[in-house]
């Protein structure tokens, strides 16, 4: 008994140090310009049985459990930061990336791996349909905070979070094939568009459900609004999935549909799944880790044809497959290069290349190693070099994005009012406004201004200056109209510093 307390003790101690050393991690993320994702993964690996040995981990059904899990909260922390007037305009191009720039990336590389690896067709379109898919937590990481144009971000977002299904249904097919006698053909492709048909109501009708009863519900306490948006998060994955449609989808739909509703609580619903997406990545990609051998991993053999194959997906397959399914779209051939190199791959298809083992099916293992490997050089390689590309081909954004914040410093049931946080910017309207010629709706007041870290009282002849951080009392009523004047920006440049010079 005593051994077994002290047994669980120091797997707590163990678990806390994984957390901190992950939490630093990220930290060198930044300076060294690569992906969290890849020191994750490394720290699984480092801890592992092939490593110091204090984990010893091999159950691919708890993997695959941890992985969608975490996949859950990642899509509907990052769907939740969709904007959809930003991701409204690039709906077909994401659609046509999610769908036929997966079915091409899968049979370039499936004839790629065919000759490289040996393995049969269909292994060869399996190996090829498990990497086809960019992935949502890699995509969602690795463009935050980046300055890159509304359009191309937007666009990479809603491709990474709608191109699961065609993944998953591509993935199935191909285990089916190589593990069944008779396939029914007409029924796969039947249940391919019921995924993406039935995930898409599903979210939408419960995104409506919970944005409705977010805002209607008065809980006693305001900590319990983000686990509430959360639970419909499992709920929207669980229904979907029982009704045999696609839950990834439609999570990210209820996702942003919930995100773009008018939400009571919305700074402390963003503000704890974004932690907790975050845990949900160090999670994921240390027991991703902890399930991989480095030993069979980085052999010779493995690493050359790992390395062949993200070859042939990162300056090939995803190529083509960018130019050929944004053919007849608005986008330029330099935007198109960097859509295509910055379609990263990452946990999606580790682990979708766990289902070939859970499957039994013959050289599941070099699948998985060749897919791991190959995932590796995507993040490590495309994902340290996303800016840089971007900053070459003169695609990056002189508007940074600056979100109204709202606090709920009122307390629930006491007043209808929330307290908003806005950052102002060079291109805003109300730049160079006295308060008292600011058409501020009713019932809503500037209540401080900070202004180069000092508290600025602010009355009827205080001018707004680029940089100000406004904070303003407003009744849930004339939110969005206040939001909407806050947010006003001028469509240029030029015609901004027009305006200033007039006023």
């Known amino acids: 008994m005593i051994q077994e307390i002290l047994e669980s003790n120091q797997f707590i101690l163990l678990v806390a140090l994984l957390l901190i050393a992950s939490v630093v991690v990220t930290k060198f993320s930044t300076r060294l310009g690569v992906p969290s994702l890849v020191l994750f993964i490394g720290v699984g690996m480092l801890v592992g049985s092939d490593g110091l040995g204090l984990l010893n981990f091999n159950n691919p059904e ?34 046509s990336l999610a769908t036929l720039g997966v079915i091409l990336t899968t049979a370039i590389v499936a004839v790629a791996v065919r000759f490289i690896l040996g393995l049969t067709w269909i292994e060869s379109f399996l190996l090829g349909s498990i990497i086809g898919s960019t992935d949502a937590a890699a995509v969602f990481a690795v463009l935050k905070g980046k300055n890159v144009r509304e359009k191309l971000g937007a666009t990479l977002e809603a491709e990474s979070g709608t191109n699961d299904p065609m993944a998953v249904f591509l993935t199935i097919t191909f285990i089916q094939l190589l593990t069944q006698d008779q396939v029914n053909y007409f029924g796969l492709f039947g249940s391919f568009f019921w995924q993406m048909g039935a995930g898409l109501a599903v979210g939408l009708v419960i995104g409506y459900i919970a944005s409705f009863t977010l805002n209607r519900i008065n809980l ?3 900590g319990l609004y983000p686990l509430f948006a959360l639970s419909f998060a499992f709920l929207v994955y669980s229904v979907s999935s029982l ?13 942003v549909y919930i995100g773009n509703a008018e939400l009571a609580y919305r700074y402390s619903i963003l503000r704890f799944h974004e932690g907790f997406g975050w845990m949900a990545q160090i999670l994921m990609f240390i027991i991703l880790g902890l399930f991989v051998y480095p030993t069979e991993l980085f052999t010779m053999e493995v690493m050359i044809d790992g390395l062949l194959i993200a070859i042939v997906l990162l300056l090939v397959a995803r190529p083509i497959a960018t130019f050929l399914s944004l053919a ?19 946990a999606v298809p580790i682990v979708l290349a766990i289902f070939p083992m859970l499957a039994g099916v013959a050289n599941s293992q070099i699948i998985f190693n060749v897919v791991f490997f190959t995932v590796l050089m995507s993040a490590l390689v495309q994902g340290s070099s996303i800016t840089w590309v971007a900053e070459r081909f003169q695609l990056v954004s002189d508007k940074m994005g600056n979100p ?22 060079d291109q805003n309207v109300i730049v ?16 401080a201004i900070i202004r180069d870290g000092d508290v600025i009282t602010p009355y009827g002849q205080t001018e707004i200056k680029s940089g100000d951080t406004l904070y303003v009392l407003v009744t849930r009523k004339s939110k969005k109209e206040l939001k909407k004047l806050l947010e006003a920006v001028y469509e240029d440049t030029e015609n901004s510093n027009h305006e200033k010079s007039r006023a």
Do not use: C
Not at 243 to 255: D, F, K, M, N, P
Not at 328 to 346: C, M
């Open 62 to 95: 708890i993997a695959q459990l941890v992985g969608v899990f975490a996949l859950i909260i990642i899509l509907f922390e990052g769907g939740m930061q969709t904007k959809w007037r930003e991701i409204r305009p690039v709906l077909g191009p994401s659609i």
């Open 404 to 425: 109204i914040h709202s606090l709920e410093l009122i307390s629930i049931g006491k007043a209808n009012v929330e307290m908003l946080e806005f950052e102002v910017s």
């Open 243 to 255: 009704i045999q449609a696609s839950g990834l989808l439609a999570v990210y739909v209820a996702a």
């Open 220 to 222: 006693d306490s305001s």
């Open 328 to 346: 007849g779209f608005s986008f330029t051939s330099k935007e198109k290069l960097f859509l295509s190199w910055a379609g990263l791959r990452g």
């Open 432 to 447: 160079g406004q006295t308060l008292e010629k600011m058409e501020l709706p009713d019932r809503a007041l500037i209540n």
